[in-house]
């Protein structure tokens, strides 16, 4: 394992072909002030330029926090410009991990709150310590979520649980957020890491255009209609026909064999 970023507000190590992106501020809960948004835009750009790395996972320095929130110290200062624009530096992050061409997995150690919901929301898939609190807790500041939280937790919890949520602004514990679609798995604390680079493995060596294809699908359809949505789709799963990993794929298939795709 290789730690090229230590000095920065987020730490990348590489485990294999996946790579685990930390955001490093544990003395201030991972908040996510300017610099760290930047920071992580930059970590991500690497990793889906990176032909080594098949998978990201993204957690929080410590055991107390994924990622609490945004740094509020910044905020508090902010004029309604500066905020507009601190708004648009965290949805572009936000988007740009959503439209990784890699799956991207929230390792969620801790407190998800506001920012930090937000950013795990971004994530293709969140796996979650049963010791997590989530939440978007925006409105107890005099805030509405900035980040794209009410876009992103209305698609995948629904109108209800995103009203309450915002609203309310009272954190649910792991269990209700898987209840509601916010996170795909919990687990004990202690086997957090364990569990989640397991399922990044288990990605990473999957066929990375056939992941690509998937994410792709996804991304667009969410934003359509049904019938655009499965015209791309067909168009996508033509394309896999051109791919050595299909042959690849089909072939250890019917050797009864284990594939080992190349993404090409």
Same mark, same amino acid.
């Given at each position: ?6 000095? *920065? ?13 930390? !955001? ?6 991972? &908040?996510?002030?300017?610099? *760290? ?14 032909? &080594? ?15 609490? $929130? =945004? ?8 004029? #309604? !410009? ?27 150690? $801790? ?10 929301? $971004? ?5 979650? &310590?049963?010791? =997590? ?24 919890? $629904?109108?209800?649980? *995103? ?24 687990? #004990?604390?202690?086997? @957090?890491? *364990?569990? =989640? ?41 033509? @394309? ?18 284990? #594939? ?5």
């Amino acid at each position: 394992m290789s730690d090229t970023h230590a000095a *920065t507000p987020v730490a990348i190590a590489d485990r294999g072909a996946v790579r685990v992106i930390t !955001v490093d501020r544990p003395d201030k809960l991972n &908040a996510l002030n300017a610099a *760290t948004l930047d920071a992580l835009h930059q970590a991500f750009d690497a990793a889906a330029a990176d032909d &080594a790395v098949r998978c990201v996972v993204l957690t929080g320095s410590g055991s107390r926090a994924f990622v609490a $929130g =945004a740094d509020i110290s910044e905020m508090n200062t902010l004029t #309604p !410009v500066q905020g507009r624009d601190f708004s648009l530096r965290g949805q572009r992050l936000m988007r740009r991990i959503e439209k990784m061409p890699k799956p991207v997995v929230a390792m969620i150690n $801790g407190f998800a709150l506001g920012g930090g919901l937000e950013l795990a929301m $971004g994530c293709h898939l969140r796996i979650a &310590a049963d010791s =997590a609190k989530l939440g978007q807790p925006e409105v107890n500041l005099g805030l509405i979520p900035g980040f794209g939280g009410t876009q992103r937790l209305l698609r995948l919890a $629904g109108r209800a649980a *995103t009203l309450e949520l915002c609203l309310v602004g009272t954190p649910v514990d792991a269990a209700r957020a898987r209840e509601l679609g916010i996170v795909n798995r919990v687990v #004990p604390a202690a086997d @957090l890491e *364990t569990e =989640a680079l397991k399922l990044a493995n288990q990605l990473a060596e999957s066929a990375p255009l056939a992941l690509r294809g998937v994410l792709d699908c996804v991304n667009v359809g969410g934003e359509c209609a049904i019938e655009e949505g499965l015209e791309y789709e067909t168009a996508q799963f033509g @394309l896999m026909f051109s791919t050595d990993d299909m042959r690849e794929g089909t072939g250890a298939f019917l050797e009864r064999r284990k #594939p080992a795709f190349a993404g090409r």
